[in-house]
């Protein structure tokens, strides 16, 4: 335990660490544009379509509806369910992506590159081939399984390496489980000829979002989202070590334990509603900690607004590629994520 004079090891080794220069002006100023930014881009999502919206006409479908006007039904039914939901799911991919940087100290660990999506994704190809039609509401407890069960055999494989389980070897483990469990879901697919009702979901994207998964999505995200940000503190110490951790009085194997069942639900819910998008979780936490610091009591709701505002205007982004068809949400954030991986990859070596 740290003594009161501040010269034990752990105290000199908190007063040493970057945890201290936080940015908390910055991180107020972030958050407050970026939710700004986010209502903004919200309109703008709502009034973009195959039939072009006024803004205008978008306040008075949210705040004076009128049901016998069809662009107020567009409004309600179709697009704003899809805004509501990318703005979730983009809080719930970049918040689980940061916890688990901050758990592990791997600044690779992403929902999507550590198995979770693709554990997620098998699993609902197993439902949809044997239970067709099973209910949203136990699509969202079967991901959440899965997604269990893609990080645990993600972790199993990186283990067995000779030196333990180092930031790239967790990457290469997590590729090579992903594509294990991609391949077989495909071949689930393929058997019992449900490709259709896969290939949107693997592509990843909202439009197909309706209300009643907004609903049902919700109470679990913002449950996820606060448990995390009770967690913030907890994640900083872990990210400055375990031993520094545990010094500080930290009982590590709770913590890392509430943070994995955190990220079981945020990853869960957002794949189960609009598939597999990588490299979310990835890219905003280092976003996130290079303008604000490196405590997690600013990353963690940093990360949850600019995840958002990067998960929303990518939806506007693949409504403007190509007119009036649509690019897959999925396949426009991994035209940015993939190089930022491989400078993350070539970081992590050079580093080695």
């Known amino acids: 335990m740290a003594s009161s004079t ?20 910055a991180a107020t100023i972030i958050l407050f544009a970026g939710l700004a930014a986010l209502l903004l881009s919200l309109a703008v999502s709502i009034s973009l379509g195959a039939a072009d919206i006024r803004l205008a006409t978008v306040w008075e ?18 697009r704003m369910p899809r805004a509501l939901a990318g703005a979730m799911v983009g809080a719930c991919f970049a918040v689980a992506g940061a916890i688990m940087q901050g758990m592990t100290r791997n600044p690779l660990a992403d929902p999507g590159l550590l198995g979770l999506n693709a554990g997620a994704g098998f699993v609902l190809a197993l439902c949809f081939a044997f239970a067709p039609g099973l209910p949203f509401q136990h699509l969202i407890l079967y991901s959440f399984l899965g997604a269990a069960v893609g990080v645990a055999v993600v972790y199993g494989v990186g283990s067995l390496a000779k030196g333990g389980l180092t930031p790239v070897r967790l990457a290469l483990a997590g590729a090579a489980v992903s594509a294990l469990l ?15 009702d896969l290939a949107f979901w693997y592509a990843g994207g909202v439009a197909g979002v309706k209300w009643m998964q907004v609903k049902l ?17 907890s994640v900083t110490l872990l990210s400055l070590g375990e031993d520094i951790a545990k010094s500080l009085g930290g009982r ?9 069942l955190v990220v079981l639900l945020l990853a869960g819910a957002a794949v189960s509603a609009v598939g597999s998008i990588g490299f979310v979780g990835l890219m905003i936490p280092h976003v996130a900690r290079a303008l604000v610091g490196v405590d997690y009591r600013w990353i963690i709701p940093c990360s949850a607004v600019l995840g958002s505002l990067l998960m929303v205007l990518a939806d506007i982004g ?11 949400v999925g396949a ?16 992590e070596r050079r580093e080695l």
């Not at 080794?13 to 908390?24: D, E, G, M, N, W």
């Open 318 to 328: 693949a409504r403007m590629v190509n007119p009036p068809f649509e690019t897959p």
């Open 61 to 78: 479908a949210v705040f004076r509806f009128n049901p016998e006007l069809t662009q107020h039904q567009i409004i309600q039914e179709l």
């Open 217 to 233: 999505m919700f109470p679990w995200v913002a449950a996820a989202l606060a448990a995390s940000l009770a967690l913030s503190r």
């Open 332 to 347: 426009l954030i991994a035209v940015l994520g993939v190089p930022f991986f491989l400078y993350l990859v070539r970081r």
């Open 182 to 196: 991609s391949a077989l879901s495909e071949g689930i697919a393929i058997f019992f000829r449900i490709g259709q």
């Open 252 to 260: 590590t194997g709770l913590i890392k334990l509430s943070c994995t």
């Open 6 to 25: 501040g010269s034990s090891p752990a105290s000199k080794a908190v007063k040493a660490s970057p945890v201290l220069k936080t940015r908390p002006l």
